[in-house]
């Protein structure tokens, strides 16, 4: 079976650094495109930021452009989401998701592959 795990997440204040990272079980991710979603309580999951292991070709949501950045190891079997300046309203659980080629629609949907979410928490 495919999974996923995520792990990085934690407590942090406002202004801090958190690198999350996400780990293949039973396969490696480097012709999936890996994408990092986040939902907060009483709110829609959304899409924070995808790489196309393949092309190199990444996407981030206009809240987080600048402050995150996504990349892969040196191995190319983990995803990581490098995550600074870290607001208040970050806080949410993260889910790393990935599917095989190219990621065509950026939607929970599209992508077949799920961890089970670290929680990140911004608060002073």
């Known amino acids: 079976q495919l999974q996923l795990v995520e792990s990085g997440g934690g407590l942090v204040q406002p202004g801090d650094s958190l690198r999350l990272s996400c780990a293949p079980i039973?396969?490696?991710?480097?012709?999936?495109?890996v994408a990092w979603f986040r939902q907060a309580p009483g709110k829609e999951r959304e899409g924070v930021s995808y790489?196309?292991?393949?092309?190199?070709?990444?996407f981030y949501r206009d809240s987080v452009r600048g402050r995150f950045t996504i990349s892969k190891g040196s191995t190319g079997s983990t995803v990581y989401l490098q995550m600074n300046n870290l607001k208040p309203e970050d806080t949410a659980r993260y889910y790393c998701?990935?599917?095989?080629?190219?990621?065509?629609?950026?939607?929970?949907?599209?992508?077949?592959?799920w961890g089970q979410g670290t929680q990140v928490t911004v608060s002073s």
């Open positions: 039973g396969f490696t991710l480097d012709y999936y495109t």
């Open positions: 790489i196309n292991n393949k092309d190199g070709d990444t």
């Open positions: 998701a990935a599917v095989p080629g190219t990621a065509v629609v950026f939607t929970p949907g599209t992508f077949s592959i």
